[in-house]
């Protein structure tokens, strides 16, 4: 099975392009079943073509019990289809054992989101008067402003800004190019922390080179990126609950609430789906309904 695996993880980085952080997630998926089928084998995991939907669903059955939320069952289901979808294609398997699966009922949760207070002590946290405090103002500013995922922000290089139009070139998810504006705010805030970035280098920069590096010039991470938003979140005395993706949450939902259409919001997020978007919309009906309920006469009996 292991060879098996390795030519499928091949095919979705050579053929699908897929991004590294999605090639990680099959390549755990896909052993974790291999180490799951050895285990109930008593040594070796079955041969590809052996493996039945009743050992897909035991698997499944032990994911559950151990705790696994659903959205990661649900998830690795996926990556047993496209595997054994693969493999139906390449000859090794005749039907598609995972087809007959089905995922566990998801119940939604409304994603977290600060509002426009919360978001202007979050922004201004960190200090205006040295050159790292600069370069994360730049970047909660980008991220609010542009609604970026955090993956996006630390892979974005000086060729893919276009400060003077206020536009962004952004790679998502399966390397999927869009352009994304950025406001006046988040424009300022960049073009003072390249301002002083300049001041630091000393080799030239082409159109390659990281917008945000650290002290030693090398592009940021995003658990770098975590971790000093976990420190301007306690600075600003906000809601714990609040990561890197809160500000695409937060993003999304002030765009909602101030009148954007919805495809709109779809386009700027990058989202393939509108029902990946749709989510947002409970968010602002949940504000209008806290709000009519709050000054309404007759919404209480």
Not at 66 to 92: C, D, H, N, P, V
Not at 182 to 197: I, P
Not at 274 to 292: M, S
């Amino acid at each position: 099975m292991h060879d098996e695996i390795e030519r499928f993880l091949r095919h979705l980085e050579v053929e699908r392009n897929v991004s590294p952080l999605t090639l990680k997630s099959y390549r755990e998926d896909l052993l974790d079943l291999e180490a799951d089928l050895a285990e109930a084998a008593g040594g070796q995991p079955p041969a590809v073509a052996q493996i039945t939907t009743r050992d897909l669903r035991g698997w499944a059955a032990r994911l559950t019990e151990a705790g696994y939320a659903k959205s990661t069952i649900a998830r690795r289901m996926a990556s047993l289809r496209s595997f054994f979808r693969f493999g139906q294609r390449e000859g090794w398997v005749e039907t598609n054992p995972a087809k007959p699966l089905r995922n566990p009922r998801q119940s939604r949760t409304l994603p977290h989101f600060l509002s426009s207070a919360e978001l202007g002590k979050l922004l201004e946290a960190p200090p205006a008067n040295s050159a790292l405090g600069l370069r994360d103002r730049a970047m909660l500013e980008t991220m609010y402003s542009a609604g970026l995922r955090v993956s996006e922000l630390v892979a974005l290089s000086d060729g893919d800004l276009q400060l003077d139009t206020g536009l962004l070139r952004v790679m998502g998810k399966g390397r999927k190019e869009r352009i994304a504006p950025v406001g006046s705010f988040a424009v300022k805030a960049l073009r003072r922390w390249l301002e002083v970035r300049q001041l630091n280098d000393r080799e030239p920069r082409g159109p390659s080179a990281p917008v945000f590096v650290n002290r030693f010039g090398r592009r940021l991470t995003t658990r770098s990126v975590a971790r000093l938003l976990e420190k301007y979140i306690h600075a600003a005395s906000l809601d714990g609950r609040t990561t890197p993706h809160t500000l695409r949450h937060s993003f999304a939902t002030h765009l909602l609430d101030g009148g954007a259409d919805i495809r709109s919001v779809q386009e700027l997020l990058g989202h393939k789906s509108l029902t990946t978007t749709q989510i947002y919309t409970h968010v602002t009906t949940a504000g209008l309904r806290r709000a009519y309920e709050a000054a309404h006469p007759r919404a209480h009996a």
